[in-house]
């Protein structure tokens, strides 16, 4: 595969449904952090407020991940075209 396709892949576009189910995945990732996040301080443990706290950092780390792919979209069906449509 040689880098014109690849660079002209970069700017795929992705659907509208498929990009409201990423930002609300995104969204759900967000809140369940905030609420995860807010039970640490009650946990008795130290271990467990470690792990809790990993499942946090995991849990932003993933909607930041997947915010910045949004962020990568932007094309439009012609040039999705033109990738298929390349001559060999």
């Not at 002209?8 to 905030?34: C, K, N, P, T, W």
């Not at 443990?45 to 991940?65: G, K």
């Amino acid at each position: 595969m040689g880098r014109e396709i690849l660079s002209d892949q970069h700017y795929f576009e992705i659907s509208g449904r498929f990009r409201d189910a990423v930002l609300a995945r995104i969204e759900r990732l967000e809140r369940d952090a905030h609420e995860d996040s807010l039970l640490i301080a009650d946990l008795l443990s130290p271990a467990h407020q470690r792990r809790q706290a990993q499942l946090v950092a995991a849990q932003i780390e993933e909607a930041v991940r997947l915010r910045a792919c949004l962020c990568g979209t932007s094309v439009t069906v012609q040039s999705i075209h033109k990738v298929l449509t390349r001559g060999d």
